[in-house]
């Protein structure tokens, strides 16, 4: 009668299981699709190309970071409106806000609108650079629009750097 092992932790139990579970399924060497035997490259000798090439996207990932983290920005920091002052229906102050550059000169566009919304004046303003200006201290400038019809409000819509 055969010993039956199964249960009782020896190694000729576990023994005869591996021989068992290979004889049934095979073993992974014994496979012609496997991928050892097809190519002859094993696990490990591929190994550092895999990291090569996760460092590899590391770094330019890093590199990409700090180009868009230092670069410089493409608009000036937004603008405000502080405020405005319908004066008749051909002129509108418009007072507002903005941080200019240390190097760059900043055009704005400042419109004045009806109730409808609709522009009824519109003006463009240089803001010229400061060198040495922090970039904490917005400057204010009131502009005067003149407008085609009496304006509800005025606003600064947009700026950009010229240059």
């Not at 092992?5 to 000729?12: D, I, L, M, N």
């Not at 990932?61 to 920005?73: K, N, Y």
């Not at 937004?78 to 229906?89: C, E, G, H, L, Q």
Request: hydrophobic share 40%; charged share 20%.
């Amino acid at each position: 009668m055969p010993q039956d092992h199964r249960g009782t932790g020896s190694p000729a139990g576990a023994a005869g299981r591996r021989t068992a579970v290979a004889d049934r399924y095979g073993s992974r060497s014994r496979l012609p699709h496997s991928r050892t035997h097809a190519t002859g490259a094993s696990g490990p000798g591929k190994r550092p190309w895999i990291i090569a090439a996760l460092g590899a996207a590391f770094v330019v990932m890093i590199g990409l970071a700090a180009w868009f983290a230092f670069a410089p920005a493409r608009v000036p920091d937004t603008p405000k409106t502080v405020s405005y002052d319908v004066v008749d229906a051909s002129l509108t102050v418009t007072r507002f806000s903005i941080v200019p550059d240390e190097s760059r000169d900043i055009e704005c566009a400042v419109q004045a609108t009806n109730l409808q919304e609709a522009v009824v004046g519109f003006r463009e303003v240089t803001i010229p650079a400061r060198a040495g200006t922090s970039t904490s201290e917005p400057v204010q400038l009131d502009v005067d629009i003149r407008t085609t019809q009496l304006a509800a409000s005025g606003h600064v819509e947009s700026c950009w750097y010229v240059g």
